[in-house]
């Protein structure tokens, strides 16, 4: 703010304020120097309030000190009274902003550019007014007695009625004055946009609502003369704040504020001049206090209902735009369901299909509908043909377990020809305590046709590539057992070489082609996750190693296995991937040293984490990771045949089951490879005979 501006406002605000002042010093009674109204009160609390960015704010003091001082001296007031009068004032319009600024930061006035617009604003302002205006009495009074006047009790008790209602009433005017001048001059910049924009309301106004506002004005204004005017006749002046309700309720919180400001000042004229139902009371000390609450009610109960009115209509137009967006959502989320690929359906606690969406429907084969549970209506069938009969079995999703890639094939009318699908359903808590499932279809027909040309194309590959490979090895045999009876000759022992690196040959391309052969598997081949228990897995791997190695008189590893949980996966890829690790552990074992490995797992989370630790010759440094790579071979040179890709293949199956896999030194010596495969549930259990783990509906 600059100084030219600042000091414009403080000579704006000093004119209102002496004017204020000065007025209210002429409602001085009988010689007892007590103000019977006091709008100073108000415009204090509005200048200190439009000044208090105000980078000279202490010369607003200054002057409002000044000007209170001057205004009760040349009134008539002693110099105590004076002095005492300009040091309340201050106090009471700085603990205002304080108070205000503490309490309602956002409010105009307080730090923020907000407008009054709630009850609690309106209770936040009376409690402000009323503790600044108990300030304000403290310290008017306590300074009169310091300087030797006594100490009036009854000048303290008429300050607090007064400079309450003072500040409540004219200070809500200028809040609501205030604010309506910030928030036009961003809107329009200046005087003439704001008239414009009064102009286009007015026009857009029905004509019964200005009529409305200028009938009840009228009526108002000439309602409460009447009722001070002859009150004698007709009491009518509390019976007319029936006008302060309707004003409330019908017309806008503005309006209301004028309408308290303009009853206040009927009621304080009639007063003055000794006509009204008040001016009956003899004391003046006590005429003041009824006066100062009578006008504190009218602007209390009008204000109240008038925000109460705003607050309510704030609130229900909140509420119709969230109503809005909600439907907005609703209908986004049901053209998000509707264009999905795949199936979509909830069921609620008694078996009832509550939402579906269109692929459901055509994935089932236009089987699906509301209220139906009997999985034979939906032609259930497992994969070798034998029909789901289990009519519970969608009940374990909402019995909150878990069903994950659950393979159905479904054949009825609608889909003759058989489609395969995985079923996932999870269990969905209502806010009334019961459970629904949701169960999502997607189809896998073609993804089960691809694995069964993989499987043939496998097998095709096993009979053409490896019958050849075969053929080689037995004719090598052949000759080899041929030229055992042959006398040593230096081109026999040549032939018997030769022969010997052509069945190393053959081994090479025989574990090769497997190898591949596993790997493309283990990357296209869709899986099909079931339970698995681990302990028979790994054992039936140790037993076979054993026997093989005892068969080839080759040292027996030594295994030493720890309880493991179960896990949901595909049999056979689990099976591949710990024979090829087990496997890898045995082979890369240092000459002359008996192969000895630890099997262990644990359950972590969701997820149990399976650790292969072996005493081999261990990994280099810096190929931990390079090792999973296709056809990486650490070991060149050393002696240890392979092809590179076990350790690929066994990185696919883990990947394809949500895990991970990492190797690292063994610090006994060795190598340690863990992984990750997804714990067994409730839901994945073995599960019993003549029933399958499928949601049907």
């Not at 009376?126 to 304000?136: D, N, R, Y």
């Not at 490896?466 to 052949?478: H, I, K, Q, R």
């Not at 026999?492 to 598997?521: K, N």
């Not at 650790?611 to 296709?630: M, R, T």
Request: hydrophobic letters at 50%; a neutral charge.
């Amino acid at each position: 703010m600059s100084y030219r501006i600042s000091l414009a406002r403080t000579v704006a605000f000093a004119m209102a304020y002496l004017v204020s002042a000065w007025a209210g010093r002429l409602t001085v009674v009988d010689g007892t120097n007590l103000s019977m109204v006091w709008p100073a009160a108000g415009v204090a609390v509005i200048w200190f309030c439009a000044q208090r960015r105000s980078p000279w704010f202490w010369v607003d003091g200054v002057v409002l000190i000044t000007i209170s001082y001057f205004v009760n001296a040349l009134t008539g007031a002693t110099h105590a009274t004076s002095l005492a009068s300009a040091a309340a004032n201050f106090a009471q319009a700085l603990v205002f902003v304080v108070l205000l600024r503490r309490w309602r930061p956002s409010l105009w006035g307080a730090g923020g550019d907000g407008p009054i617009g709630s009850p609690r604003d309106l209770w936040i302002l009376l409690a402000a007014s009323c503790a600044s205006t108990a300030c304000g009495a403290f310290v008017g009074p306590t300074t009169r007695w310091l300087l030797g006047e006594g100490y009036p009790w009854v000048a303290a008790a008429v300050w607090l009625a007064r400079n309450t209602a003072g500040t409540l009433i004219v200070g809500m005017a200028g809040l609501c004055i205030g604010q309506a001048v910030s928030t036009y001059r961003a809107r329009h910049g200046s005087p003439a946009g704001w008239a414009r924009q009064w102009i286009a309301m007015l026009r857009v106004t029905p004509r019964w609502r200005i009529a409305e506002y200028a009938g009840l004005a009228v009526c108002t204004t000439s309602l409460y003369m009447v009722g001070f005017r002859y009150a004698d006749r007709l009491p009518l002046s509390f019976a007319v704040l029936g006008l302060t309700v309707w004003v409330a309720t019908r017309l806008a919180t503005p309006f209301v504020v004028a309408h308290s400001l303009l009853v206040a000042t009927i009621a304080a004229l009639f007063t003055l001049n000794g006509q009204g139902p008040f001016a009956v009371v003899g004391d003046l000390a006590l005429r003041t206090v009824i006066l100062q609450a009578f006008a504190a009610m009218v602007a209390v109960v009008g204000l109240a209902l008038a925000l109460g009115r705003d607050e309510r209509d704030r609130l229900m137009a909140e509420l119709a735009a969230q109503r809005e967006q909600a439907s907005r959502h609703a209908a986004l989320m049901t053209a998000i369901v509707d264009s999905m690929a795949d199936g979509l359906a909830v069921i609620d606690s008694t078996g009832g299909v509550v939402l579906r969406n269109p692929a459901s429907v055509r994935l089932l084969g236009d089987r699906i509908g509301a209220g139906e549970s009997d999985p034979a209506a939906y032609g259930f069938f497992r994969a070798d043909g034998s029909r789901y009969l289990d009519e519970e079995a969608f009940l374990k999703a909402l019995a909150d377990e878990e069903v994950r890639d659950a393979e159905i094939l479904v054949r009825n009318p609608g889909v003759p020809e058989g489609r395969f699908v995985r079923v996932t359903a999870t269990a969905l808590p209502n806010p009334d305590g019961t459970r629904s499932a949701v169960v999502l279809y997607h189809d896998v027909t073609a993804e089960r046709r691809h694995r069964d040309e993989l499987t043939n194309f496998a097998g095709v590959v096993a009979h053409d590539l490896l019958n050849p490979v075969a053929s080689v090895d037995g004719w090598t045999d052949a000759a080899l057992e041929a030229l055992a009876t042959v006398p040593a000759h230096p081109g026999v022992d040549q032939a018997r070489g030769d022969l010997a690196r052509l069945a190393r040959a053959s081994d090479r391309m025989r574990s090769l082609i497997e190898d591949l052969l596993a790997y493309t598997t283990a990357r296209n081949a869709v899986a099909a996750p079931a339970y698995v228990d681990l302990t028979a897995v790994v054992a039936d791997i140790a037993n076979a190693r054993t026997d093989a190695a005892a068969a080839a008189g080759r040292p027996e590893p030594r295994f030493t296995v720890g309880a493991f949980p179960p896990v949901h996966a595909d049999p056979v890829l689990v099976r591949q991937l710990l024979d090829n690790l087990i496997g890898n552990a045995i082979k890369y074992t240092a000459p002359g040293v008996t192969p000895a490995l630890t099997v262990t797992a644990a359950r972590e989370g969701d997820m149990v984490r399976v650790c292969v630790a072996d005493n081999g010759i261990g990994i280099p440094e810096g190929q931990h990771d390079a090792i999973f790579a296709n056809f990486h071979r650490a070991h060149l040179g050393s002696g240890y045949l392979g092809t590179g890709l076990g350790l690929a293949i066994c990185q696919r199956i883990v990947e394809r089951h949500g895990g991970t896999i990492a190797a690292s030194d063994n610090p006994g010596g060795g190598s340690r490879f863990v992984f990750t495969l997804p714990a067994a549930t409730p839901m994945t259990a073995k599960p019993r005979a003549g029933s399958g783990a499928v949601v049907a509906l």
